[in-house]
C-alpha cells in the first residue's frame, strides 16, 4: 500500500558528505514523523535522525552537528544530509516513516529496503 524507496547511499571517505533521500509512494493520507534509522554489521537498528510534520527534530547524540534531517510534505521526501562522514557512519541507512492511509485509519510505520553507505578511512 505504502513503498518507500531511498537512494543517495555509496562509498566516500572519511570527511566526505553524501545525501539521502527517499521518496514515500502508494495509498497516503498524511504522514506523521519520517526518520532514518541505521544498522551496522553485528549491531542492532539504531535512530539517526527524525521529523514530525511540524519540523521538530530530533539526532542521535553520534551524528549531532554533522547530519541534518529536512522534509519536502509536499513531495512526501525526506532528506538526511549527511557531512563530516566517520567511518564509523558504516551501515546500512533505512528510512521509516509513520503514514495514515486515510480518515479515521490508524498511522503504521513503514520501511524502506536500505541504503548502504560505507565510509574509508
Known amino acids: 500500500q505504502v513503498q518507500l524507496v531511498e537512494s543517495g547511499g555509496g562509498l566516500v571517505q572519511a570527511g566526505d558528505f553524501l545525501r539521502l533521500s527517499c521518496a514515500a509512494s502508494g495509498i497516503i493520507f498524511s504522514i506523521n514523523t519520517m526518520g532514518w534509522y541505521r544498522q551496522a554489521p553485528g549491531k542492532q537498528r539504531e535512530l539517526v535522525a527524525q521529523i514530525t510534520s511540524g519540523g521538530s527534530t530530533n539526532y542521535a547524540d553520534s551524528v549531532k552537528g554533522r547530519f541534518t534531517i529536512s522534509r519536502d510534505s509536499a513531495k512526501n521526501t525526506v532528506y538526511l544530509q549527511m557531512n563530516s562522514l566517520k567511518p564509523e557512519d558504516t551501515a546500512v541507512y533505512y528510512c521509516?516513516?509513520?503514514?495514515?492511509?486515510?480518515?479515521?485509519?490508524?498511522?503504521?510505520?513503514?520501511w524502506g529496503q536500505g541504503t548502504q553507505v560505507t565510509v574509508s578511512s
Open positions: 521509516n516513516a509513520l503514514v495514515r492511509s486515510g480518515l479515521g485509519f490508524q498511522s503504521r510505520p513503514y
